[in-house]
Each structure stands twice: as C-alpha cells, then as structure tokens.
C-alpha cells in the first residue's frame, strides 16, 4: 500500500505540475510550493510528530505532515453505543445478522480502508500548488513576466503546428497498410512491431484468440500486393497531401499579400499619422553604395553579406531575379549579351510594385507595360553609357531599387554571364573582365554566391561550377539553382542525371542547398504570374517530383526567395556588427593621422574643397572689373605697339623713308597704313585685348595666391583659366567696327597743338632708341667680343665671327664712303667687298655680306633717324606752315604722330570691349567650366589630389559608414 501510495501522489505531481514550457501562472510561486512539499514528503511512522510547523522553510525536509486521527476514539464511541437492546436484538436476529453481516461487513470494511487513505493524503484546503525550492532561486533571477511576453502568441504557434487531423489520417492509412503485413513474419519484423504500438490494447486478446483465421486473411492480402506498391501508395499519397497544403499556403499569401499592401498603403497615405522609417534593407542598400563608392583600396575591408548572381550566359540568372523581383525588369535578347555591367537590386516590401535608381527621384510603376518598357531602356542605356570606348562590360556598378507587397528583402547583385569564346564584336579581354569582375563579388567571405545553372544543356559545358568552386570549395555560402527543369526532363534521357545535379553529386562543387525551377515557356512576353502558373502546374504534374527525385522544398522560385532571403538575413546578422568595429577601428587610425599631419586644418572633402576654389576663381574672374580704365589703355597700348612696332618700322617707315622727297613718302606711307588697316591691324588688336585679359586674368589668380591660399587649387585653377580661354571667343561684330574707326585715326594728320607734336618726337626717339639698340646686340653676336673683352674677360672670336667682323670692317668703309646710300647692294658692290676680303685671306659667301649689310644699314639709317628727329623739335612751327620756305621737313615726325594716336584710340576701343561685354562673357565661361567639372567626378579626382585630399574623403566616408552601420545595427536589434 505504501508503494501504491507513493505512486499515486508522483502521478499527482505530474498531473498537477504540467511540463509545457512557456506556462502562463495565475498564482504566485509562494501558493505553488507547499503543494510539491506536500506530494513529495509523506508521513512516516518514525518521524516526530510532536515537531511544530515552521513557518519559513527553506528544504523539503521539514515541511509539516497532518498528524493522523486517534483510532482510539472510534473504539471508544462504540462502547458507548453498546446497550442492552442491541444485544437482545441481536440474538433475537442473529440469523439475519449472518446473512445480513457479510454484505454490510464487505461495505465497511471498503469505507474503512478509504479513510485510511484519505488519511494518509495531505489537507489540499490550505495549498493550491507548489514548486520546488529551485524555483524559488529561479525566479530570482529571471523576469518570468518578461519571458511569458517574449513568447509567441497562441495564434502563432498555431501557423507552425502541422495538420494533426491530416497527420493523424496518415497514420491510419500506414495502420491500415501495416495490419494487411502482419503474417510476413521476418520480412516485415518492424512494421508489425509499429503496428503493435499503433494497435488498440484491447484488440490483442481478440488477435491472439484468432491467429490463424488472421493469418490466412492476411497472406491472402500480401499476394494482392508488393510491398514496392504500397511504398508507390504511400509516396503518393503523401505528395498529393503535400501539394494540397502548398496550394492552401499559396493562397493564403496571396490573401496576405493583398492585406499587408492594404495596410502599407493606409500608412502610406498617413491615416496613422505617424512617420515613415527607412526599412532596414534600405538603410543596408545605401552603406553598399556608400562602400561601393568608396576607393578602390578600401575592398579588402568590405566583407558585408551580398546576393551574388552568377551564371553561364544564357542559363537564366536575369529570369530567375525578375522571378524574385516579380516583374520583367531587365533588358532581354536572344543570345546576345544583355547584362554589361554589375547592377545591384534593392528588394523590400512596400505598399505599391514600383523601382527607381538612386540618383533619380523617377518611380516606375511596375504594373504598367509602359513603364516596364521605360525602365528596361533606362538600364540598358545606363549599362552602355558606363561601357567605356573599346570595351564590352563595366565593372561601374547600377544600383536599383525594386519594392513591392510581399517581395522578399534582400540585396542581390546580377553580373555580367560568364562567357568561354569572344565572338566578334567583343573586345578582345571580354572574358577576362567578366571572371575578374566576378571574384571580386564572390571573394567577399560573407557574399551569398547563387549559382545559376541551365538544366537543359549538357552540365560538362558548364563554366561557372569551376569558377564558384574556386571561390567557395566547402560550399558554405553556395546555393545552386538548375534552371529549365522542364527542358531538362523533355530532353534528357536518363532524369536521374536532374537527381544527381540537386543532390551535388554530378557538378565538382559543394552548396548549402540545391533549387530546381521553371522560369516560363522562353517568351519575352510572358507576364510573371502566368510564368508562376505554369511552374507550379509543371511540378505538380511532374514525374520527377512525384517518383521523389526532387523534394517539395527544392522546386519553385517562391521557395528559392525564402530561402535566399533566410540566408541573406543570417548572415547579415552574423557579421554586421563585426564590420562595425572593423569601420570603427578605420576611423581611428585616420583620425589619428589627420591630428597629426594637419592640425589646423578643417577636414574638407574634396567636394568640399572644389566649392571653397571655385568661389575663390570667382571673385577673381570678377576682380577684372574693378580694373580701371587707365590702367586697362595702358597695357593696350603697350602692347599693342609691341605687336606691331616691327611691321611699323620694316615695313612702311623703312621703305617710305627711302623715297627722295616729301610727296613720295607720304603717298608711300598712306598706300602701306591703308593695306595694314584692311588686312592685318584689327585682327592684331583683337589678338591683343583677348591676350592681355588672359594675363589680367591670370596675373589676378597669381596674386590671390600669394594671400595664404591653398596651393592645393593650383592645378584646378590653371584647368579652368584654359579651358575658358579655349572656350572664349571675341565678337566677330567687333573686328569690322574697330577697322572703321583706326581707318579714321590713321587717315587724320592735323596735329593741333605743341604738346602733341612734342609727345609724337618723344614716341618716335623711344622707338628709334629702342630698335637702334637692338640692332646693335645683333651685330654685336655677329661680330663676337671686342678687343676689351678679349683682353679682359679672356673671351675669342669664333672662325663665323671672324668672318662676320671683317666683312663688317669692310662694309662700314662702303658706308663712309657712300653716306646716303640706298638699303639694299648692288651686285658689283657685292663683288668687290668680297674681292677685297679675299686679298685679305677671307673667304665669304655672298648671302653673308648681304645679312651683314642689312643690319649695319639699319644701324647706319636709325642713327640718322635719331639725329633728325633731334632738329625736328624745334619743327611745329614749320609744321604748320607745311614746311614753305623750309629745308627741314618732319613728314616722320607726322606719321609717328598717326601712328600713335591709332593706338590710343585703338586702346580706348578695346577696353570698352573689355569692361563692357568681355569681362562678363568670360565670368559666364568660367562658371559653365566649373559647373562641368563639378558634375565630373574624375575630373575633380584629377584636378585637387594629395595624401590630405584622400584622407578627408576617407575620414568622410568611414564616419558615414559606420554612422549608417550602428543604425542600421540598432534597427535590427529592435525588430528582433
């Protein structure tokens, strides 16, 4: 009895104390415990009963037992009832007593052993339930609140719970089978075994009582049927179950979806009222295009989980992403390369199916064809543009976003298809490019590499198995997707070769999981839902899923997406928080370097710093119009006669002064300033305005750099001031102008007052000067050092100065001779100078003795020139007679006059050209060059580069990466 009774109360304990995790208490765990105290601790006869209660207890060693009652009392009350009528009665009736006692003794003696037992149970008034003390200790330490509220909701469990009526009827059809095979005696040892169990208890007697009848029935049953056939029955039964239950969880995410995008676009449209957050694989997305514009050296460090799409060309990677996206958004072509470049998709859930890049705010409305078709050309256009001269693919990455009600949220990557030939038309490094654009995708040790892989060609022609194994041998972050299956199993001969491709036995590489799917009929025009029909038609009538070749779980795209999504999400989490602290040890390190090396610098990018010098080029370019006008004449005017001084001179002063009287030089000097004028003059001051506000502009940028300025813009700058100059052109309008008016300038020789007379001898002395003492450098370089030289300087002759310096001898004494003689030599002049240098052993070409002569005539002709201008100081009054009854006549003096007063008003002229449209039309240029560099990337690479300008840009580019990281970070920490 004491064993019966310490079973019941363990049996008690288990009924009371359930073992179901997650049980929601409505008592405190202070009434739990006296009830185990009770159950598990019963009275002995040993024990001290005499003990009071405790009323704190702390082990169930001394937890208070109910003393049982006295049985002595019993006796005692009936002692007491024992008078004499019963005794009369009793022998009055004691044959009565006998029949009557043994029924009545019977019922007694059970209420009697009853009481005992209720005795020996413990008073359940006082306790409702108790626990053990190391409850109490437990629920010291844990939040038992917070652990029922972290616990999933009923109706939850319940989405996970399988179909127990569904299972329970499997069950009964195994019974079923398993009964038919009970007399196969050895060969069928275990199912009788299950079937025993499965069996009622009380059929067993039933069964054993009729062996042989069961037997016999059932030997007649296993003739009717193999047991290969019951296995078919089986197998079948169970995937048409299987199949059932896919159809009804289709259909209730059809239902959810269409919920889910009701409630998106309730928020959408702000009836919460509440703000919109970025979702997490949006905050995710933009830290990869922050990395994936970050410099190129950087790659080592970005080790942020991927979905890398890589196949042969043709298999059926951009398919299978239009699949996952649910929409036809790539550019399609038979055959013919279509993806060239990276382009990186952004899946989430949004209330309407739209896409849009991320520099563009243009959504595109994946329910319209037309905007299908729109989208299609923008990343094929995209894709070209990025495609440099002479190449095929780019490594330049398109990132895109897709959203939509139910898409699953991941970042795939779709690149270019892997290729063995180049055809024609490719470059001729195509393939190279793609496998090296390809590793370094999948060389990241946290990239998820999906591998597509066509079903319907031979697998040996395959080239991406090789390439994938290379980069993952172990298969941990491999998933292999066979695509037109129904091909495949159209084709192939022997579909085991499907099986053997899903179950990584036919391809060297190894994957964590292996798909099987139909991406549509081979139509360009077929729409993703009648894609989606009939892949699920195909495997629900497929042979290869129904003689269980392919699970249930490996086929369709739909599976695929949670599956990729699942993986992705792993991953993510696994190493995210890793990478931030990678991100943040970068940041360190360069923050450290900047303090250093630049410590009273601000951290500028080099966007940054392209805004800083182009404000800087712009106050220059408009510093040119604080310019005054004096100052502008001036530098025209010098200028100018600089340009065309020598044209001057050579050319019309020269010859006119040649001529015998006054009239023939100033015909002379007319003729030659006329065709000066009407061929040459205009486009020469043009060339000279456009040149001098080249310098002003130039000398204004070297002047505002001396002012503590970066030498950091020195190389932007010098770009922007030539390609504004290459840019700038004069106004065609003002050529013809300006020859009108130095046409009249020059046509004027009324020189009204002394002053002016005195300033045309003072510019004509100067020019004189000027040119006398540059033909005397010359003719010193021909003739060499001079004896003072030689002596003191220790300097020779060399034999061509030797030569030079005795025909020089010669023909100064030609000169003396001959003092008005003409600038050219005769030829017999020519002979004899050169007869009388060979009497002195001097051999000399003729060519020699005419450059020799030219110059010295001009020396000979300017210092006359000089001396004449000298007795024409005193000539004004002269002048204004017109040199009646004169013997001096100053008609030189006249035309430098004209020449000067050209250039004074030819100065005037171009700088209101200058100051009034000029200045302005190159402030416009300069300012549409720095619009167009700022929008070139490369091109501010190019122009603001040093240690300090990279450090900024990397400072400024981890600190974003991390920000976005630890946000991205604490977002996922709370949607856990």
Not at 365 to 394: P, Y
Not at 403 to 431: C, E, F, H, N, Y
Request: proline content about 3%; overall charge neutral.
């Amino acid at each position: 009895m004491l064993r019966v009774a310490t079973k019941g109360k363990c049996m008690a304990c288990r009924i009371v104390v359930p073992s179901r995790t997650g049980l929601r208490f409505r008592v405190p765990l202070q009434k739990l415990y006296p009830l185990y105290r009770t159950i598990h601790h019963r009275y002995h006869g040993n024990s001290n009963s005499q003990r009071p209660p405790h009323r704190h207890f702390t082990s169930l060693s001394r937890l208070p037992v109910r003393p049982p009652r006295a049985r002595g009392q019993q006796h005692q009350h009936h002692q007491q009832r024992d008078f004499w009528v019963g005794r009369l009665a009793a022998k009055l009736l004691k044959l009565r007593y006998i029949v009557l006692g043994s029924a009545v003794g019977g019922g007694y003696t059970a209420k009697k052993t009853y009481d005992q037992w209720k005795d020996l149970m413990p008073d359940f008034s006082q306790y409702d339930w108790m626990l053990p003390d190391f409850l109490w200790e437990l629920s010291e330490q844990l939040d038992l609140e917070k652990v029922v509220k972290a616990l999933p909701e009923m109706e939850e469990l319940a989405k996970l719970l399988p179909d127990f009526e569904k299972i329970g009827e499997n069950f009964t059809f195994l019974k079923s089978l398993l009964t038919s095979g009970l007399s196969l005696g050895s060969e069928v040892k275990g199912a009788s075994g299950l079937h025993l169990l499965l069996e009622p208890s009380g059929d067993a007697p039933l069964k054993a009582t009729d062996s042989s009848t069961a037997a016999s029935q059932d030997d007649k049953q296993y003739k009717k049927s193999s047991d290969k056939e019951k296995v078919d029955q089986l197998q079948e039964e169970l995937l048409r179950t299987q199949l059932k239950y896919q159809r009804m969880l289709e259909r209730l995410e059809k239902e959810n979806k269409e919920l889910r995008k009701v409630v998106l676009q309730k928020d959408d449209k702000g009836i919460h009222q509440r703000k919109v957050k970025k979702s997490l694989i949006d905050m995710y997305s933009e830290v990869l295009d922050i990395l994936s514009d970050y410099d190129a050296n950087y790659n080592t460090q970005d080790h942020l989980p991927r979905v890398v799409v890589v196949g042969d060309q043709s298999a059926g990677k951009t398919s299978v992403l239009e699949m996952i996206a649910q929409a036809r958004i790539f550019p399609r072509g038979s055959g013919e390369m279509m993806t060239r470049s990276p382009v990186k998709v952004t899946l989430s859930e949004g209330p309407h199916h739209v896409a849009l890049f991320k520099d563009s705010g243009r959504e595109f409305d994946l329910t319209k064809e037309e905007d299908l078709a729109a989208l299609r050309h923008e990343i094929e256009l995209r894709m070209r543009k990025s495609v440099r001269e002479g190449q095929t693919v780019s490594s330049e990455t398109i990132s895109l976003s897709v959203k939509g009600p139910g898409i699953q949220r991941m970042v795939l990557v779709d690149l270019p298809g892997v290729i063995s030939t180049v055809t024609a038309g490719m470059a001729s490094d195509t393939k190279e490019t793609i496998f090296s654009i390809s590793k370094a995708y999948m060389q990241n040790p946290n990239a998820i590499i999906l591998c597509i892989q066509d079903g319907s060609v031979d697998a040996e022609r395959s080239i991406v198995t090789d390439l994938v194994s290379q980069m993952d041998p172990h298969g941990k972050r491999t998933i292999f997707v066979l695509t037109k299956v129904d091909l495949a199993e159209k084709n192939l001969a022997s579909p085991s070769r499907i099986q053997q491709i899903v179950e990584g036995k036919l391809f060297p590489m190894k994957a964590l999981g292996y798909f099987a799917v139909v991406t549509g009929k081979g139509s360009p025009g077929e729409s993703i839902d009648s894609i989606k029909d009939y892949e699920e038609d195909f495997f629900q009538n497929s042979r290869l899923l129904r003689d269980g070749m392919l699970k249930a779980h490996q086929v369709t795209t739909k599976n695929l997406s949670l599956a990729v999504s699942d993986c992705f999400w792993k991953m993510v989490r696994e190493s995210v928080e890793q990478q931030a602290d990678v991100f943040k040890a970068s940041r360190f390190n360069l923050e450290t370097e900047w303090k250093n090396n630049y410590p009273r610098l601000r951290e500028l990018d080099r966007n940054e710093l392209y805004e800083k010098a182009k404000n800087e080029i712009l106050d220059e370019v408009i510093s040119l119009s604080q310019v005054t006008p004096q100052h502008w004449e001036a530098i025209l005017q010098k200028k100018l006669w600089e340009r065309v001084s020598t044209h001057v001179i050579e050319n019309i002063y020269l010859p006119a002064a040649q001529t015998s009287d006054s009239g023939t030089f100033n015909t002379t000097v007319d003729i030659k300033l006329k065709q000066w004028t009407d061929k040459q003059l205009p486009h020469k001051a043009l060339e000279v305005a456009w040149e001098t506000l080249q310098e002003e502009f130039a000398g204004f940028i070297a002047e505002y750099k001396g002012k503590d300025q970066d030498d950091i813009f020195d190389k932007l700058k010098e770009a922007v001031k030539d390609e504004s100059i290459k840019r700038h052109k004069w106004n065609e309008g003002a050529k013809d102008s300006l020859r009108v008016i130095q046409h009249n300038a020059l046509e004027d020789r009324s020189i009204t007052d002394k002053p002016q007379w005195d300033a045309a001898i003072q510019f004509m002395e100067e020019t004189l000067q000027s040119r006398l003492k540059d033909t005397e450098t010359v003719i010193a370089d021909m003739v060499g050092p001079d004896w003072k030289q030689r002596w003191m300087y220790w300097k020779n002759r060399t034999p061509d100065q030797h030569i030079r310096n005795e025909t020089k001898t010669e023909l100064e004494r030609l000169l003396k001779l001959h003092d008005e003689h003409t600038a050219y030599l005769a030829n017999d002049e020519v002979t004899t100078v050169r007869k009388n240098l060979e009497g002195r052993s001097v051999e000399v070409d003729p060519m020699l003795i005419k450059d020799t002569w030219h110059q010295l005539y001009r020396r000979h002709f300017l210092q006359k020139a000089l001396s004449h201008c000298s007795l024409c100081k005193r000539g004004f009054y002269y002048y204004q007679r017109h040199f009646v009854d004169s013997e001096l006549e100053c008609n030189d003096v006249v035309l430098f006059w004209r020449i000067q007063r050209m250039l004074l008003i030819t100065a005037n002229t171009l700088r209101q050209q200058l100051t009034n449209t000029e200045v302005r039309r190159l402030e416009k240029n300069v300012k549409e060059v720095l619009d167009d560099f700022g929008e070139d990337t490369e091109q501010k690479c190019h122009l603001i580069t040093g240690r300090r300008v990279q450090l900024a840009e990397d400072l400024k580019k981890v600190r974003e990466i991390q920000e976005k990281l630890e946000a991205f970070i604490e977002a996922l920490h709370k949607e856990k």
